[in-house]
């Protein structure tokens, strides 16, 4: 599903636990050996401060990408597996959030029974979409595949209206293809041609698990392959998707209805449980059409083949090895270069928490989290919101009239941190040990649609988390004007209450600016303080905030990931601006606090500034292959970890200070050159 939400980071959704003192006091500030200083650190600065890391972390083979985000993963997902089989060894109520944890595990870890049972338990699901007697059935079955954690054709949620942003509306999203991104549907270079050729082996590979004939599956695949193509021609780039206003067409049902009338949607919203709907927002227009030209202009066998793979597809991490495999080998090996499967155990509580988060999550915070970090992060949060509003009102660029509207904005910022004041209830969710583990998946899927669906037509719940307490991350929500920082992210690198300031300033306090910066980045700006998509710029304003934005743009897009492939600036340039926004304010609120405590002295014989920075570019250390650099670069809104800090740095007067960086250095942009937004 698509929301405005601006994450840290896209990539690592974790299982961690934030507080374990014995570990905080072992781990040092800045752990000199992650350092190269062989390397000059106005050249390469990311080689300078992580070169060490870099080295002695070599990339495992499950790993597309491996970073000290994941260094943390692996310490704590043990202690996480711990909790969960402590769950499944002592018998829980029947019905309780320990009996439903510790039995989805256990299904999930049973490798015996899923490879015994094979196909056996999506066949009957199969079964059911090969019987589709006509197009008038389509809708409805649509329906059915949705409730159960599907998306053929397009996607849809249910979230705050963009324009009023106290009431959940329905939301209608282009989608439906799987093959990674839009344009590899589309471009005839050899990799995107690569692509294609492993997906169709993919799609003939689960059908014939499945049980289904050399011939059909051939026919499956050539099916598969045309209707996602034609919904690819006609879905918008990575790029135009960022534009909330273009992405914006609030409609009437009647209207939804003559742009796709082959698509029965009353009947359609009916059966998904979308009761008295009469508008909704319809993101993408053309794709929504395109799917009603599908349905009329196909053959009822292709649309039946089509909707049998999104069910082959869904199913396969779920059944046996030989499913779980072959998507695998698609979606893990050959889009990210990963050389083999994450151990099972490792995937079993990556579902739990995509399944029982918050009931995870009140469980671990409850041993792990203690109120003195939640105040910590609250007083370094009132000092980031302080430096921020400086930098507003000192801004020379912007007009009384935008900085008095930004300062309103800012200071009507809803803070979360940690974990939400209240705990969902997982009461109506039914795990069930005699049947198979595809089939309580589906069970979890019809609670959580079931949970989003309810929130239709109802007022915005503003306390309500998008992120679980042991995620590893942080957002910046525009609807709700909120920043989120989870428990879990008060951990060294990010936050260590056994380091000097500088350090800490530098890893989450930048963490907590970045945040911030989203409400202001080329997305963020256009929602107002009550989370509203509105103008509330100067026309001179905005003019001059693009001007200043496009030198980002324009840098970015200058840099070479990989071989000959640029970095997409549009793509990244609220994640970069929210960067260089959090190395500013971040820098400005530790200045604060000196003014106070006075400079400390060197540690290690660092500077404080040089530990400031060292800190912030650790966070980002790591390896990664040249087929995730590759990927990763066409589809993700953050630019690679190394240069969200050799790309951001340059950018910063007071890193040029900290390392006398000089012209001559391969980093240095001249200071009439270097970005200043905010």
Same mark, same amino acid.
């Given at each position: 599903?698509?929301?405005?939400?601006?994450?840290?980071?896209?990539?690592?959704?974790?299982?961690?636990?934030?507080?374990?003192?014995?570990?905080?006091?072992?781990?040092?500030?800045?752990?000199?050996?992650?350092?190269?200083?062989?390397?000059?650190?106005?050249?390469?600065?990311?080689?300078?401060?992580?070169?060490?890391?870099?080295?002695?972390?070599?990339?495992?083979?499950?790993?597309?990408?491996?970073?000290?985000?994941?260094?943390?993963?692996?310490?704590?997902?043990?202690?996480?597996?711990?909790?969960?089989?402590?769950?499944?060894?002592?018998?829980?109520?029947?019905?309780?959030?320990?009996?439903?944890?510790?039995?989805?595990?256990?299904?999930?870890?049973?490798?015996?029974?899923?490879?015994?049972?094979?196909?056996?338990?999506?066949?009957?699901?199969?079964?059911?979409?090969?019987?589709?007697?006509?197009?008038?059935?389509?809708?409805?079955?649509?329906?059915?595949?949705?409730?159960?954690?599907?998306?053929?054709?397009?996607?849809?949620?249910?979230? =705050?209206?963009?324009?009023?942003?106290?009431?959940?509306?329905?939301?209608?999203?282009?989608?439906?293809?799987?093959?990674?991104?839009?344009?590899?549907?589309?471009?005839?270079?050899?990799?995107?041609?690569?692509?294609?050729?492993?997906?169709?082996?993919?799609?003939?590979?689960?059908?014939?698990?499945?049980?289904?004939?050399?011939?059909?599956?051939?026919?499956?695949?050539?099916?598969?392959?045309?209707?996602?193509?034609?919904? =690819?021609?006609?879905?918008?780039?990575?790029?135009?998707?960022?534009?909330?206003?273009?992405?914006?067409?609030?409609?009437?049902?009647?209207?939804?209805?003559?742009?796709?009338?082959?698509?029965?949607?009353?009947?359609?919203?009916?059966?998904?449980?979308?009761?008295?709907?009469?508008?909704?927002?319809?993101?993408?227009?053309?794709?929504?059409?395109?799917?009603?030209?599908?349905?009329?202009?196909?053959?009822?066998?292709?649309?039946?083949?089509?909707?049998?793979?999104?069910?082959?597809?869904?199913?396969?991490?779920?059944?046996?090895?030989?499913?779980?495999?072959?998507?695998?080998?698609?979606?893990?090996?050959?889009?990210?270069?990963?050389?083999?499967?994450?151990?099972?155990?490792?995937?079993?509580?990556?579902?739990?928490?995509?399944?029982?988060?918050?009931?995870?999550?009140?469980?671990?915070?409850?041993?792990?989290?203690?109120?003195?970090?939640?105040?910590?992060?609250?007083?370094?949060?009132?000092?980031?919101?302080?430096?921020?509003?400086?930098?507003?009102?000192?801004?020379?660029?912007?007009?009384?009239?935008?900085?008095?509207?930004?300062?309103?904005?800012?200071?009507?910022?809803?803070?979360?941190?940690?974990?939400?004041?209240?705990?969902?209830?997982?009461?109506?969710?039914?795990?069930?040990?005699?049947?198979?583990?595809?089939?309580?998946?589906?069970?979890?899927?019809?609670?959580?649609?079931?949970?989003?669906?309810?929130?239709?037509?109802?007022?915005?719940?503003?306390?309500?988390?998008?992120?679980?307490?042991?995620?590893?991350?942080?957002?910046?929500?525009?609807?709700?004007?909120?920043?989120?920082?989870?428990?879990?992210?008060?951990?060294?690198?990010?936050?260590?209450?056994?380091?000097?300031?500088?350090?800490?300033?530098?890893?989450?306090?930048?963490?907590?600016?970045?945040?911030?910066?989203?409400?202001?980045?080329?997305?963020?700006?256009?929602?107002?303080?009550?989370?509203?998509?509105?103008?509330?710029?100067?026309?001179?304003?905005?003019?001059?905030?693009?001007?200043?934005?496009?030198?980002?743009?324009?840098?970015?897009?200058?840099?070479?990931?990989?071989?000959?492939?640029?970095?997409?600036?549009?793509?990244?340039?609220?994640?970069?601006?929210?960067?260089?926004?959090?190395?500013?304010?971040?820098?400005? =609120?530790?200045?604060?606090?000196?003014?106070?405590?006075?400079?400390? =002295?060197?540690?290690?014989?660092?500077?404080?500034?040089?530990?400031?920075?060292?800190?912030?570019?650790?966070?980002?250390?790591?390896?990664?292959?040249?087929?995730?650099?590759?990927?990763?670069?066409?589809?993700?809104?953050?630019?690679?970890?190394?240069?969200?800090?050799?790309?951001?740095?340059?950018?910063?007067?007071?890193?040029?200070?900290?390392?006398?960086?000089?012209?001559?250095?391969?980093?240095?942009?001249?200071?009439?050159?270097?970005?200043?937004?905010?």
């Amino acid at each position: 599903m698509k929301r405005n939400v601006f994450y840290l980071t896209a990539v690592f959704t974790m299982i961690l636990f934030a507080c374990n003192e014995n570990r905080k006091a072992e781990i040092p500030g800045i752990l000199l050996a992650n350092l190269d200083t062989t390397a000059i650190a106005g050249d390469n600065f990311y080689q300078y401060a992580n070169g060490g890391w870099v080295a002695s972390h070599p990339l495992k083979a499950e790993y597309a990408r491996f970073g000290a985000f994941d260094e943390l993963r692996e310490v704590s997902a043990e202690q996480v597996k711990s909790l969960i089989e402590n769950l499944s060894v002592n018998a829980s109520k029947q019905g309780n959030v320990g009996q439903k944890i510790g039995d989805l595990y256990a299904l999930a870890m049973d490798s015996n029974r899923l490879n015994s049972e094979k196909a056996a338990p999506v066949l009957p699901y199969l079964e059911k979409l090969s019987k589709i007697g006509g197009k008038e059935e389509i809708s409805q079955t649509l329906a059915m595949m949705f409730r159960d954690g599907m998306s053929p054709f397009f996607s849809h949620y249910v979230y =705050a209206d963009d324009k009023n942003s106290s009431l959940n509306i329905l939301h209608v999203n282009q989608g439906g293809y799987k093959m990674g991104d839009r344009d590899y549907y589309l471009l005839n270079d050899e990799r995107s041609q690569t692509f294609r050729a492993k997906y169709v082996e993919l799609v003939e590979k689960l059908f014939t698990l499945a049980g289904y004939a050399a011939e059909e599956t051939k026919n499956a695949s050539a099916a598969v392959m045309k209707i996602e193509t034609q919904l =690819a021609k006609t879905a918008s780039s990575r790029v135009e998707l960022r534009d909330p206003v273009a992405n914006y067409h609030k409609i009437t049902l009647n209207e939804l209805t003559a742009l796709s009338p082959e698509i029965q949607w009353a009947n359609l919203f009916e059966k998904i449980g979308v009761k008295g709907l009469t508008d909704l927002n319809v993101g993408q227009l053309n794709p929504i059409a395109e799917v009603g030209k599908i349905i009329r202009e196909y053959p009822l066998q292709d649309i039946k083949y089509y909707l049998l793979w999104n069910a082959l597809n869904s199913a396969a991490p779920f059944l046996s090895d030989e499913f779980s495999d072959a998507s695998f080998e698609y979606y893990g090996k050959t889009l990210s270069g990963k050389e083999k499967q994450r151990e099972r155990w490792k995937r079993a509580v990556d579902m739990l928490d995509a399944s029982l988060g918050e009931a995870i999550g009140q469980i671990y915070v409850e041993k792990y989290f203690p109120p003195a970090a939640k105040e910590k992060m609250l007083d370094l949060v009132r000092n980031l919101q302080t430096a921020l509003g400086e930098r507003i009102e000192n801004l020379a660029w912007m007009s009384e009239q935008t900085k008095d509207r930004a300062l309103d904005k800012l200071a009507n910022f809803h803070v979360k941190i940690g974990y939400p004041d209240k705990w969902r209830d997982y009461s109506k969710l039914t795990v069930n040990k005699a049947n198979s583990y595809w089939d309580n998946i589906i069970l979890s899927n019809n609670f959580e649609y079931d949970y989003m669906i309810g929130k239709f037509n109802q007022p915005v719940d503003k306390d309500e988390w998008l992120m679980t307490p042991q995620t590893v991350n942080a957002y910046y929500n525009p609807a709700t004007n909120e920043i989120c920082f989870p428990a879990a992210i008060l951990q060294p690198p990010f936050f260590n209450q056994d380091a000097d300031d500088a350090v800490n300033y530098g890893a989450i306090g930048v963490v907590i600016g970045h945040e911030m910066t989203h409400g202001f980045d080329d997305q963020g700006r256009q929602y107002d303080k009550e989370g509203n998509l509105s103008d509330w710029w100067t026309p001179e304003d905005a003019a001059l905030f693009k001007e200043r934005t496009q030198v980002l743009v324009d840098y970015f897009n200058n840099i070479t990931v990989w071989d000959t492939v640029h970095a997409n600036g549009a793509l990244t340039l609220g994640e970069n601006i929210a960067d260089q926004g959090g190395l500013q304010v971040s820098w400005q =609120a530790y200045q604060n606090t000196l003014k106070e405590k006075g400079k400390p =002295a060197n540690i290690d014989a660092f500077t404080d500034a040089q530990r400031f920075f060292l800190a912030y570019a650790a966070i980002w250390a790591g390896n990664i292959r040249n087929e995730e650099i590759l990927r990763l670069t066409k589809i993700d809104p953050h630019s690679l970890g190394k240069w969200r800090v050799n790309g951001a740095l340059p950018h910063i007067d007071a890193w040029y200070d900290a390392f006398g960086v000089k012209p001559e250095n391969k980093m240095y942009v001249a200071k009439e050159k270097r970005v200043g937004i905010w």
